[in-house]
């Protein structure tokens, strides 16, 4: 929404925002004013959009997905298998990726994440197989077609089963050109300020896929171009001992070794951490995204979001890549969340909106975004709306209904 025009979302069903009863003004791809109950809106000339049949929250951030697995749903011989196994079953398949096969899976993962409240999302893309040299410019010219806000990261991997890594040699790069070509991608692309749409970070795949002068290279040249920095770290106990045998220490003091561990950093999964080690997350303001369905399918554990939060460490949500997944529904994925967070912690600790609230402004953290994720006055004008006339939410749809009329007539002053 980027032109001079004012719209006023007006008394929608429901909204996610303190004090906007009566909706929202935006302008300029910006919250202005939140009209409360009683209210009208201050903003002159504000054309107004009826959004009585519509419930509005924060458009939903997704800080972890892997797009080019959306076409690698369901692979029989990856089935039933934890993540080591799991990825040696899918490498040769996605050894095979071809630039028109990841522009399919590309609309097809944001097509999902957009119909499902998703309005800015990451994705960690580390397979570049000979030919999909630029896979990256592929997903930023979607992302273009498609209107979504888009963090993507330059993904790689040098450490293949020829040095001991767990990646076929076939689609491994060597460091000289991996690093050339994340400074092309920042320098081509990345966008800077709040109004960006298409930014850059790096990504190296994980500790067992790269090597060590790769990590702090690219520690290296994010500081030099000021971006963020991702990873996948303590999704697995297999993790943790490769870590000892292949490094004498734990992940995080590899992180720390290799100059990660910082507040440019977020981290996918993050299971694994002991009660020390979250505090050092949190102190150097390191985030993490929680995935909670992938965690499950591949049966990694679970993330201690709350002993986390504890800690000072800002969680956010993923929903991975659809290999692990099997879909790109981030609103599936804050239900996931809710619910294995709640089961875990109890009904005291974990609330529907801590869910909402970890893939809003938690999500936001993590890509170093803060004015994305809330309605607020100066925040982006990044709106979900989801209608509710289906049979599945009938019953809150009327109390709903019953709750605005009521609070739009109640008398004020
Ligand atoms: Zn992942």
């Keep these: 929404m980027n032109d001079t025009h004012s719209i006023w979302i007006k008394d929608p069903l429901a909204i996610l925002a303190d004090g906007a009863e009566r909706g929202v003004v935006v302008r300029n791809g910006r919250v202005v004013e ?38 690698t749903r369901a692979v029989p011989a990856a089935m039933d298998r ?5 990825l040696q079953a899918l490498y040769p398949v996605w050894a095979r990726l071809t630039p028109e096969s990841l522009d399919l899976a590309v609309t097809l993962a944001m097509a999902e994440l957009m119909l499902s409240g998703c309005t800015t999302t990451t994705d960690h893309h580390y397979v570049f197989p000979a030919g999909l040299e630029e896979a990256i410019d592929i997903e930023i010219a979607v992302a273009k077609r498609l209107g979504l806000r888009v963090l993507l990261t330059r993904g790689s991997m040098n450490r293949s089963q020829r040095d001991g890594g767990l990646p076929p040699d076939g689609v491994v790069q060597d460091e000289d050109a991996i690093l050339a070509d994340s400074a092309r991608l920042v320098a081509a692309h990345h966008e ?14 994980s500790p067992f896929s790269v090597t060590t002068s790769l990590m702090r290279a690219t520690a290296d040249l994010a500081e030099k171009l000021d971006v963020r920095l991702h990873t996948h770290l303590a999704e697995t106990e297999d993790e943790n001992r490769f870590c000892q045998e292949i490094h004498g220490c734990r992940p995080l003091d590899y992180l720390e070794q290799c100059g990660w561990l910082g507040a440019r950093t977020w981290l ?12 050092r997350l949190g102190k150097a303001k390191t985030s993490i995204t929680h995935c909670a369905c992938s965690n499950q399918i591949l049966a990694s554990g679970c993330c201690p979001v709350c002993e986390m939060e504890a800690a000072g ?10 290999a692990s ?26 609330s529907h909106k801590d ?31 989801f209608k509710l006339d289906e049979l599945r939410f009938s019953a809150p749809a009327i109390r709903w209904r019953r709750w605005c009329y009521a609070a739009r007539t109640a008398p004020t002053g």
């Design 82 to 86: 934890e993540l080591f196994p799991w």
């Design 192 to 205: 800077r300020g709040e109004d960006a749409m298409v930014q850059i970070a790096l990504a190296p795949c």
């Design 34 to 71: 939140l009209v409360g109950a009683g209210q009208a809106p201050t903003t002159s000339g504000a054309v107004a959009f009826e959004a009585g049949a519509h419930v509005v929250i924060p458009g939903l951030i997704n800080t972890h997905h892997h797009f080019y697995q959306t076409l």
């Design 325 to 350: 997944n099997d879909g790109s529904n981030l609103m599936q994925e804050v239900r996931a969340a809710f619910l294995l967070q709640r089961a875990r912690y109890g009904v005291a600790k974990v």
């Design 355 to 385: 869910a909402l609230r970890w893939a809003t402004q938690g999500s936001a953290s993590c890509i170093g975004r803060p004015e994305l994720g809330e309605i607020a006055v100066g925040k982006a004008a990044d709106l979900a709306l």
């Design 268 to 279: 996918a999964h993050g299971i694994f951490f002991n009660a020390a080690e979250m505090k």
């Design 313 to 322: 460490v800002q969680i956010g949500l993923g929903v991975d890549g659809s």
